[in-house]
């Protein structure tokens, strides 16, 4: 079996896998901002905010999901024409088009957070970590960060959920007549890095798990512990572990996810082992390019991806924790996963390898080879103008 995990390896190109072809929808604007000279009629519009403004004038507010819109009447009926980009904005994943763009891009600024959200199934979980996510405490700057949910399946059973819950989405083929192959299980670390490449930028990323729900004023305390330890990457939760729901306790979360302000005594919870290096993670955009993202060529399935990463973040800086203040995450228990990875021995042993023969020397040449592919597809879709949907 080992000589048969490393051959695969021997076969997989990273570009390739990279750059598979995927189905991606974005967000629908969070609000229009109308620069015009023009007199517009009043009408009804209420699927997000709208606010105008004189056509040499600064945009009005804040956050960098707005859409800005530079409109005359040569456009046609502005109605119509906003109804459109709403719709427009969403499927096709733009960031502008010949007279609109985010904010983002008009100010040349990446949006401060994001939440990336690997799945494969577990909608039961999946819903009520969404629900959590968008009612707890917005952070400082006073809109909640975006959601991409990341869905590497057989079919995307998803895309509706993300619909509603007003999510990016990003679905990649999963392939399962063999699953010796990287796109052959469920590839965490595939999700991860096409979400950084394809989906929209921000400066900070919170890659979390479908099933953990976060403490009302978990933004607040996060920021309190990055500012604490002057750090790029930290886990996000005390411990070094969740709190591990049992399933009556689970059922009930999932049912009303309120009642995760209550607190979890020792009976709700299986016994806490430290020392899990999952569950979620918060770093910095530039630490994520500088490690070289994940692995998903070498690891897939259930494996030990979150290890390396851990690993190669080690290299660059000292792991930071969220222990001042305290952040309880609580994990919704499921049943362990049907499909078995039959190469998980050789994955723990590729850690291994790279833990204790490598030097840091060729670990780092390791990490900047990524990173250089990594940015070479990120000009590529720079200079390509891709717009992110099926290609």
């Keep these: 079996m080992g000589d048969k995990y490393f051959s695969v390896l021997q076969t997989v190109s990273l570009p390739t896998l990279l750059t598979l072809p995927h189905k991606h929808t974005g967000t629908s604007p969070t609000g229009f901002v109308v620069r015009t000279n023009e007199t517009v009629s009043s009408f009804p519009f209420t699927v997000c905010s709208l606010q105008f403004v004189k056509a040499n004038e600064e945009p009005m507010g804040t956050n960098p999901n707005d859409v800005i819109v530079d409109y005359s009447a040569k456009d046609g009926d502005l109605e119509t024409l906003l109804y459109n980009l709403y719709e427009l904005y969403r499927e096709?994943?733009?960031?502008?088009?010949?007279?609109?763009?985010?904010?983002?891009?008009?100010?040349?600024?990446?949006?401060?957070?994001?939440?990336?959200?690997?799945?494969?199934?577990?909608?039961?979980?999946?819903?009520?970590?969404?629900?959590?996510?968008?009612?707890?405490?917005?952070?400082?700057?006073?809109?909640?960060?975006?959601?991409?949910?990341?869905?590497?399946s057989p079919f995307p059973d998803l895309e509706m959920i993300a619909?509603?819950?007003?999510?990016?989405?990003?679905?990649?083929?999963?392939?399962?007549?063999?699953?010796?192959?990287?796109?052959?299980?469920?590839?965490?670390?595939?999700?991860?890095?096409?979400?950084?490449?394809?989906?929209?930028?921000?400066?900070?990323?919170?890659?979390?798990?479908?099933?953990?729900?976060?403490?009302?004023?978990?933004?607040?305390?996060?920021?309190?512990?990055?500012?604490?330890?002057?750090?790029?990457?930290?886990?996000?939760?005390?411990?070094?572990?969740?709190?591990?729901?049992?399933?009556?306790?689970?059922?009930?979360?999932?049912e009303n996810v309120d009642l995760a302000d209550q607190g979890l005594t020792e009976e709700m919870i299986f016994p806490i082992v430290a020392g899990a290096p999952g569950g979620s993670l918060y770093l910095h955009r530039e630490r994520y390019l500088e490690v070289g993202g994940h692995d998903p060529n070498y690891f897939w399935g259930y494996g030990p991806e979150d290890k390396l990463f851990f690993e190669k973040v080690k290299l660059i800086e000292p792991i930071a924790y969220a222990d001042d203040?305290?952040?309880?995450?609580?994990?919704?228990?499921?049943?362990?996963?049907?499909?078995q990875n039959p190469f998980r021995f050789q994955m723990d042993w590729f850690v291994h390898i790279f833990l204790y023969t490598k030097p840091p020397s060729e670990k780092k040449e390791m990490m900047k080879n990524k990173r250089l592919l990594l940015e070479d597809i990120l000009q590529d879709i720079e200079n390509q103008g891709y717009n992110r949907s099926l290609h």
């Design 325 to 339: 203040p305290p952040i309880e995450m609580i994990h919704l228990w499921h049943e362990t996963a049907a499909v």
């Design 163 to 254: 619909t509603e819950y007003k999510c990016e989405y990003l679905w990649i083929f999963l392939d399962p007549r063999d699953n010796t192959l990287p796109v052959g299980q469920f590839n965490k670390a595939l999700c991860y890095d096409k979400a950084f490449l394809f989906g929209s930028p921000a400066e900070w990323y919170l890659f979390h798990d479908n099933d953990v729900l976060v403490p009302r004023d978990f933004w607040n305390r996060l920021d309190k512990n990055v500012e604490r330890a002057k750090t790029k990457f930290i886990q996000p939760y005390t411990h070094r572990s969740l709190l591990n729901t049992v399933p009556e306790i689970a059922q009930r979360l999932r």
């Design 92 to 152: 096709k994943h733009l960031e502008s088009t010949g007279n609109s763009q985010k904010r983002y891009k008009y100010k040349n600024t990446l949006p401060p957070r994001k939440i990336i959200i690997p799945c494969l199934g577990r909608k039961e979980n999946l819903i009520p970590t969404l629900k959590r996510l968008q009612t707890i405490d917005p952070p400082i700057e006073g809109y909640r960060p975006q959601i991409c949910i990341v869905e590497h």
